[in-house]
């Protein structure tokens, strides 16, 4: 039996997707573990780029079908036997010691079903939703009316471990035992609102859900498509589902105003977007936008390699090495860093402590350049 199951599921993002692997193969190293990615039928290359790059060395399964996130877990689950299955979302990286640190502490904890990490958002701020509570009819109320402190556990210390109730499906790391349990994921969420419904049930099983102290990215949305209508409509349907399926008993009452407001957040969700949609359309672009400079730091190869980029693209770009003084951090800037020049746990950190600044990287052996608005070769 493995010590560890690290399961991504794939959907066109093949670059995101690479470096999320080569940063888990980082933190795995001295662990017992593998690699499972299940590709949604991607049909944009993905399949074949993983064969060429990671060949037999990670497990791939490709579905003829897009079977959403809950399904295609639950599949890589099943094939797998290791006392430990991390969900990971391919739109991530990990820092060098994440892994080992919340694999350490549910060793220590036998109690703990689950437990999720402090994610970075792409500025490296801390994101909320690296600690949440179960949204119950009244905290998901106060929540929609603005009021999201209950929800997201906002009294809990960022640098300490710390009970939570739901843990975050871009990073959840799961015994088996409790999976054993209480079940794999409920495939009737397709994709959003999943990670709730198994942390709810895991604490329903007598286990606890932890929160970790350790670090990484999320791009956050860059595996899906946050702009069409199917987005709206399966997010707030998702929420749905999990509402109907644990307070569908409570009085009308009680279950209106939600339902109500749910729809309503829904339909504002939708006006937004039409209301950016419009705007591209008649070529309003945001002035921040066009003055977005990147900022490269790292070994004089990648710096050769990034000047010719940036010449190619017409990027506003300035050139550091490694160690010189890095700008202030600031909106509207993404510093880049070299991969090979930089741990990833360097670069969540540096990112950190900017705040503002936008997180980028460059692989000189691929040659591509990642950030949260786009990748470019």
Same mark, same amino acid.
């Given at each position: ?58 497990t791939l399964i490709e579905s003829?079908?897009?079977?959403? @996130? ?21 739109d991530t990286f990990v820092a ?74 871009? =990073? ?56 069409s209508f199917r987005y709206v ?58 003055? @977005? ?25 300035? =050139? ?58």
């Amino acid at each position: 039996m493995n010590k560890l199951t690290v399961v991504i599921i794939s959907y066109r993002v093949p670059q995101y997707l690479e470096q999320c692997i080569v940063s888990v193969r980082r933190a795995t190293e001295g662990i017992d573990s593998e690699i499972i990615v299940v590709d949604n039928h991607s049909d944009d290359g993905t399949v074949e780029y993983l064969k060429e790059r990671f060949g037999k060395s990670i497990t791939l399964i490709e579905s003829n079908h897009n079977l959403g @996130f809950s399904k295609a877990n639950n599949i890589a689950i099943r094939q797998s036997t290791s006392e430990y299955v991390l969900l990971l979302n391919p739109d991530t990286f990990v820092a060098e010691d994440s892994i080992k640190t919340v694999l350490q502490f549910m060793d220590e904890h036998p109690n703990v079903g689950g437990a999720g990490v402090m994610m970075h958002n792409a500025n490296g701020t801390a994101a909320r939703e690296s600690r949440r509570g179960i949204p119950t009819p009244y905290v998901s109320l106060l929540k929609m009316l603005g009021n999201s402190s209950r929800y997201y556990l906002s009294h809990l210390p960022w640098d300490e471990p710390g009970r939570i109730d739901v843990m975050s499906g871009a =990073f959840c790391l799961l015994r088996r035992e409790a999976l054993a349990r209480v079940g794999l994921l409920d495939e009737e969420f397709f994709m959003y609102g999943e990670d709730i419904d198994l942390s709810y049930r895991i604490l329903k099983g007598g286990y606890e859900n932890w929160y970790v102290p350790a670090h990484i990215v999320h791009y956050k949305g860059e595996s899906t498509q946050k702009s069409s209508f199917r987005y709206v409509h399966v997010f707030y349907q998702a929420m749905l589902i999990f509402f109907r399926k644990h307070y569908g008993h409570l009085s009308l009452l009680v279950t209106l105003p939600i339902k109500v407001a749910i729809y309503g957040r829904a339909f504002i969700a939708l006006l937004q977007m039409q209301y950016r949609r419009l705007r591209n359309s008649l070529g309003l672009i945001d002035p921040q936008a066009e003055d @977005f400079e990147y900022v490269f730091v790292g070994s004089q190869q990648m710096l050769d390699e990034c000047q010719k980029l940036a010449r190619q693209k017409g990027l506003m770009a300035t =050139f550091l090495h490694k160690g010189d003084e890095l700008p202030a951090g600031r909106e509207g800037q993404c510093i880049v860093y070299d991969t090979d020049a930089f741990t990833y746990g360097q670069i969540i950190d540096m990112a950190a402590r900017d705040g503002k600044s936008e997180t980028g990287t460059y692989n000189c052996s691929t040659k591509t350049l990642i950030t949260s608005r786009e990748v470019i070769r």
